[in-house]
């Protein structure tokens, strides 16, 4: 089935630890978005890459770190976890070339740092 | 800067027709977008607005006044289904979206 998978799905994380978030999808869109979802708050935006091999930062980058290898995968690292950083993770993809903001979504990691 | 508001939560009762409202502020205007998102699952796309006036898909339509920074979407013969929280948002100077808070849209039998 075409889409987005995200990995874990839940996780309970002590606060210091790294932890690797993973991302893939399988339509060879182009651009590839995490963002963050809080209680009360819109989605936020961590990270995107608009093409393999390149990153930007989005609202909330701090903490926070990505690469694009390639196309399909786009992890995103937390060095050292934090009690801030719970929250629900979603992965996201796009085609530039039929509609840049049509965004598709993973189906989120719950994460939790104690 | 951009700012985005939406009613936080609104009812409505089965087959009745509801108007979810988003009022936005951005320094330039590349078309306003709404997601739906189901309680624990991920969000998914429904609409695009670029122009002004409604666009109607089925049983969802969406209506935007750029003049006013003003858009709302419309469901008609609502469906205890259409019970989700409904994400207005637009694209900043870099085209990534902006999002608003969402509506949480709860339906009556």
Redesign the interface.
Known sequence: IAGITQAPTSQILAAGRRMTLRCTQDMRHNAM?WYRQDL??????IH?SNTAGTT?K??VPDGYSVSRANTDDFPLTLASAVPSQTSVY?CASSDSNT??????????SRLTVL | GQNIDQPTEMTATEGAIVQINCTYQTSGFNGLFWYQQHAGEAPTFLSYNVLDGLEEKGRFSSFLSRSKGYSYLLLKELQMKDSASYLCAVPDSNYQLIWGAGTKLIIKP
């Not at chain 1, 509609?99 to 989120?108: E, I, K, P, R």
């Open positions: 978005y009360g708050l819109g989605l936020r935006l995107y930007g989005g609202e979603f509609g840049a903001n049509v965004l598709t979504f993973g189906a989120g």
